[in-house]
């Protein structure tokens, strides 16, 4: 699979003609549009559809004092393995911070400050901005999606643990005696959008993580895990941090972060219900269950049986013959027909090699169908459509091919 994605254009090695750089990596042309594919997916769930969500874009870097208010600077850490003990007998029972410590401005006057360990902070700092802005009722909640970095020890396993990577978060803001309510509503909430995007509920499993190993600001939490090769791994988690940084926030900031209800003229400090999913880790179970293996046509091919709306590419337009110019004429207006519609159809066209070699290309980047333009074409404007997943051919007329592909 990791060979898979650095071949096709997916995901490449950070840094790698220096060498790399553990727990890095970048997104290729075909990375990018299933990761944007899959994040237009969650937002459009829990944003677009919905009247209770506002989504921000916080700043990565932040004041100092809210990594302070929030515990990380003293509670994010993980403890340093055998490894560095055996070294340096001084280390043993030390921990490690894993937050990125950087400097803002220059010489004596630099402040300190860190990579963003998590989006969270930024949409707790901007609760009362929400309130002032939008005056929403509670439950309502920010939601926002965002680079987030930690200085892991030991990265490994692919895209799983990584020091740079993505998350999409949630801050649901109730009252107080109704967070198990809305904590159970967030569990099914997320189960339902992870079997839309095709992790069917028997490849999750939903872990009550105990109490000594929660997270410093939360009472209670589920991970979702997923059956990763290298075995079930947390995929996403919901969690709830009560009042944990509104509190917190208020009382170093000295800004009341409570929640002031205009009709019961009411004052409260609302609890948290939080929804995480790490966007890195999804794409890495999306291309775990979509990789296959299998035989067509008597041949062996690798073949990415990723669900339609996420797939990096929708359609692969292709000349029959590359070198006969009336069918690759034709090919290209049936490929600018689908490009210029309304329905955002993302389409390639390939004429690259014959056929066979074109489908097994295709396949590989998990593009659901391919049109083939034959000598046919030429004599009744019909174009055949194969299917990815069964090889199978239909003929369809050039002007039903849109309503066939949506």
Known sequence: LVAL?????????????????????????????????????????????????????????????????????????????????????????????????????????????????????????????????????????????????????????????VREFEQMEIEYFVRPEDWEKFFEYWRKEMSDWLTDIGLSSGQIQELEVPEGERAHYSKRTIDFEFAFPFGRKELCGLAYRADFDLKNHSDVSAVDLSYYNEETKERLMPHVIEPTFGLDRLILALLVKAYSEDELGGEPRIVLKLPARLAPVKVAVFPLLANKLTLVAKARAVFDDLKANTYNLVATFDDNGNIGKRYRRQDEIGTPWCVTIDFQTLEDDTVTIRDRDTGQQERVKIDELIKRLV
């Open 5 to 161: 994605a650095k071949r096709r254009g997916f995901i490449y090695p950070g840094s790698e003609i220096y060498g790399g750089l553990a727990g890095t990596w970048d997104y290729g042309p075909f990375g990018v549009a299933l990761k944007n594919n899959l994040k237009n997916s969650w937002w459009q769930k829990f944003v677009t559809a919905r009247e209770d969500i506002y989504g921000v874009d916080a700043a990565i870097l932040m004041n100092q004092k809210v990594w302070q208010a929030s515990g990380h600077v003293t509670n994010f850490s993980d403890p340093l393995p055998s490894r560095f003990d055996l070294k340096d007998q001084k280390s043993q029972g030390r921990t490690f911070n894993t937050m990125f410590q950087t400097q803002i401005g220059a010489g004596d006057d630099a402040a300190t400050s860190y990579l963003r360990p998590e989006t969270a902070q930024g949409m707790f700092v901007n609760f009362k901005n929400i309130v002032d802005s939008f005056h929403p009722k509670l439950p309502f909640g920010i939601a926002q999606i965002g680079k987030a970095f930690r200085n892991e020890i030991a990265p490994r396993d692919f895209l799983f643990r």
